[in-house]
């Protein structure tokens, strides 16, 4: 019997199968209690951005309000407390996260002054509320450098820098409103004129029996159903907004603090909705 060849032993070398090493168990392995999820990939982007940061805490900060009402309406001023001592550095860490917002402003200035316009109006409104931001923002810091005597500021000077900060904010939310108005109305102009495309697409395809491609239009259509809802989270955002910063701008106002909890909360999830889907 003939002794086997070299190619032949190495051909079964290859087809041998490896054998490793089984690793035993241990009870440091945590990451086996943790299985690979999509979700928590997306929560690390989303906390690792300063913006998803804010959103989280916006919801916390305002959501607090609410719980503090119900726990002194219960009588529990202890617990209502405690929850008191959580909103308030929160709301701290918030304005303090905004102290960069000159930055990405000043960047959205180049932008709008350097980028064609839809129409006349959105220009101008966006100047408007550049305008508005680039004093509500300085104003803001220095209310909280004062507030924290940071800077010398009598409580009567820091106190009236909130106000008239808060006022610019609230400008900034008017001018939105009108803003939404102007999109809503570009978009039905958009919507009414493709509706007519494909009306006339239609009658032409009746009229030569040959099939007409609409990947074009399906395509804008999905576009405009992604701006309608926009527009409709929008306008949500800027109505939650919109009593909270009046309540701020008034020297008194009577608007309870479970109101702020309320309009804010709603304000806040939505903002947090529209955060979490585009990271």
Excluded at 123 to 145: A, F, G, K, S
């Amino acid at each position: 019997m003939a002794a086997p060849s070299k190619q032949e032993h190495d051909s079964e070398d290859v087809h041998k199968p490896v054998v490793r090493p089984q690793q035993s168990p241990s009870i440091l392995a945590l990451g086996k209690l943790f299985p690979a999820s999509p979700t928590l990939d997306h929560a690390v982007r989303f906390l690792s951005q300063v913006r998803g940061t804010d959103k989280l805490l916006m919801v916390i900060q305002y959501f607090s309000k609410i719980f503090i009402w119900y726990f002194l309406k219960r009588g529990r001023e202890s617990t209502a407390q405690r929850v008191r001592n959580l909103a308030n550095p929160i709301s701290d860490f918030r304005i303090l996260l905004r102290y960069y917002g000159l930055l990405p402003l000043i960047q959205w200035m180049q932008y709008v002054d350097n980028t064609p316009s839809p129409s006349p109006l959105l220009l101008t409104l966006d100047r408007l509320q550049n305008i508005c931001n680039l004093i509500y923002y300085p104003l803001e810091h220095l209310y909280w450098l004062g507030a924290h005597e940071v800077i010398p500021l009598s409580m009567e000077k820091t106190n009236r820098i909130s106000i008239w900060s808060c006022r610019f904010w609230a400008a900034y939310v008017v001018l939105q409103f009108a803003h939404l108005a102007e999109e809503y109305r570009l978009y039905k102009k958009r919507l009414v004129k493709l509706e007519k495309n494909i009306q006339i697409a239609d009658q032409k395809a009746r009229e030569t029996g040959e099939p007409v491609d609409k990947t074009e239009y399906k395509s804008e259509m999905t576009s405009l159903k992604a701006e309608k809802k926009g527009l409709i989270i929008n306008t949500i955002i800027n109505t939650g907004y919109l009593p909270l910063t009046v309540h701020w701008s008034l020297e008194k106002s009577s608007f309870p603090d479970v109101g702020v909890g309320l309009f804010g909360g709603v304000a806040a999830l939505a903002q947090f909705y529209v955060a979490w889907k585009s990271t």
